[in-house]
């Protein structure tokens, strides 16, 4: 090959690389809130959880970007992460009825069992918080933000039927920030 066309296929991988590291960490559309369904949980819990469940998973991490805390294991609304987040990997939080959703769509998990128990005040506000904050670093519209059960052939009750989501998504909504 000689070296102009060497230069110009160079340039093109280059290009294209240089817009895909653009693109990826800014194409997220979707935040996707879940509840653990349990009353602990770690990073270290939850990625031991993920390998069992999801064994088949190239990447070996967390499935969501953030988990908030509820004080047993992690703190009252700590929010805390793994690499997933770190790097920007798609998540691996929706079934694969709804791929966009784990491609684009960054999931946040609640540490508790929403169908039992009420959200803490202090996780929730933690919540709500993070939310915001993705949302006007990505600029997510309010109606690309859903509880994992309500997106569209999703068939679980997350994040719980006494999650509050009408009032979450009057808090997250432009006039709330």
């Known amino acids: 090959m000689n070296r102009r066309k060497f230069f110009l296929a160079s340039s093109a991988i280059l290009g294209v690389l240089g817009a895909g590291?653009?693109?990826w960490p800014t194409r997220w559309k979707y935040i996707v809130v879940h509840h653990s369904?349990?009353?602990f949980a770690t990073i270290d819990f939850l990625q031991q959880i993920h390998r069992e469940r999801q064994s088949g998973d190239p990447i070996d991490a967390i499935p969501y970007h953030y988990v908030i805390g509820n004080g047993h294991g992690l703190g009252m609304g700590e929010i805390a992460s793994d690499w997933r987040k770190?790097?920007?990997?798609?998540?691996?939080?929706?079934?694969?009825?709804?791929?966009?959703?784990?491609l684009?769509?960054?999931?946040?998990?609640?540490?508790?069992?929403?169908?039992?128990?009420?959200?803490?005040?202090?996780?929730?506000?933690?919540?709500?918080a993070l939310t915001r904050t993705l949302m006007?670093?990505?600029?997510?519209?309010q109606e690309n933000v859903l509880g994992h059960g309500l997106i569209r052939?999703?068939?679980?009750?997350?994040?719980?039927s006494k999650f509050p989501f009408d009032k979450?998504?009057?808090?997250?909504?432009?006039d709330a920030a």
């Not at 684009?104 to 998990?109: D, F, K, T």
């Not at 006007?136 to 519209?141: E, G, P, V």
């Not at 052939?153 to 719980?160: D, Q, V």
Request: some cysteine.
């Open 21 to 23: 590291a653009i693109y």
């Open 37 to 39: 369904a349990g009353g």
């Open 86 to 102: 770190d790097y920007d990997i798609w998540g691996a939080h929706v079934s694969g009825n709804n791929t966009a959703r784990n």
């Open 104 to 128: 684009l769509g960054l999931g946040i998990c609640l540490v508790g069992n929403f169908e039992t128990s009420t959200v803490p005040p202090k996780q929730y506000e933690a919540l709500v």
């Open 136 to 141: 006007k670093r990505y600029n997510i519209a």
């Open 153 to 160: 052939g999703e068939s679980t009750k997350c994040p719980g």
């Open 168 to 174: 979450f998504r009057r808090e997250i909504g432009a």
